[in-house]
């Protein structure tokens, strides 16, 4: 098992190499780079137009003024980009391997700093998701699989992929419209997740708080996640009741119970299991740009296009080289899992 990890690891290099080459040409594709948007902006504040909040602004002997030659190639050299291209891109593959993430161009923060500022909206959203998801889905799929084929699994059926085909940020806006003081009832905020007068609540109080900022947006998170999960626990459930040795257990006398959890279970729990690892880790990065948008939530996915749209090239790169690194490790821990499923799995014509 171990020369199987370490295969693993390894291959993960090459994977995370191809991913920021990708990233890196892409960037160098599309137009219009950190030092144009800075042009642009500097021109219109000097005809009187208004910057962007939290931009760089360099400033002249009596205020701001327009970037000469001399300014631009500063600039170039300053962001590196007056190196090659191949340089750059050595650069990019020496920090982010090195975990040093630096410093966004536009925020004056780290890029590390700017993740953790952002991740209790992202951390609070998708692990709420995640323990609703797992601890409706797997019970209703069970029941699914024990009823199949009566009108409970019918209207149940209806009801998930109905959920699974309205998207989340048009429900959203469906919800705030109705229960969000829109047009007909005021029952839930509109915006964040606690009140302005969190701080002054008693720990029920911020607790009942923190829980009823959760509604609206929860409900946009999770109501198009039930469905896969529930038809794969229904599915491997019908799957394994349909197999010989359920039959055997049966023709020996086992009751419908002992038959269920004492053999069907752990055996229709493994392909289950083998997303757990996976749907665990996106919990850190549960975000939505458009639901976090409608509810005024600032998180990791609006951080994420705004770093895009402006060219904050160490927080394009960092966050996508980080949330692609996570994403490895998950699919390793979810064969890895399956070895406490199925003690019959060897990773010995695996190893290296």
Known sequence: MWGYILKRILLMLPTLFGIILVTFIVLQLVPGGPVERMLAQFRARERGGEAGAGQIAPAGREGLVDLREEQRQYLNKLY???KPVAVQFWGWITRLFTFDFGESYYRHETVVRLVLDKLPVS???GGWSFLLVYATCIPLGIRKARMNGTPFDAVTSVAILLGYSIPGFALGVFLIVLFGGGSFLSW??????????FDQLSLSGKVLDYLWHLVLPLTCYVIGSFSFLTLLTKNSFLEQIASRYVQVARAKGASESRVLWGHVFRN???PVVLGFPDSFLSVFFGSSL???TIFSLDGLGLLSYES????????VMATLFFFSLLALVGKLLSDLSLILMDPR????????
């Open 268 to 270: 229709a729990m493994i």
């Open 290 to 292: 458009l639901i976090e």
């Open 188 to 197: 839930f905020p509109l915006r964040g997740l606690t009140s302005d007068a």
């Open 80 to 82: 590196g980009f007056d």
């Open 345 to 352: 799995i060897s990773f010995k014509q695996s190893a290296v």
């Open 308 to 315: 895009i749209v402006s060219r904050d090239y160490p927080v």
């Open 123 to 125: 951390l609070t959203l």
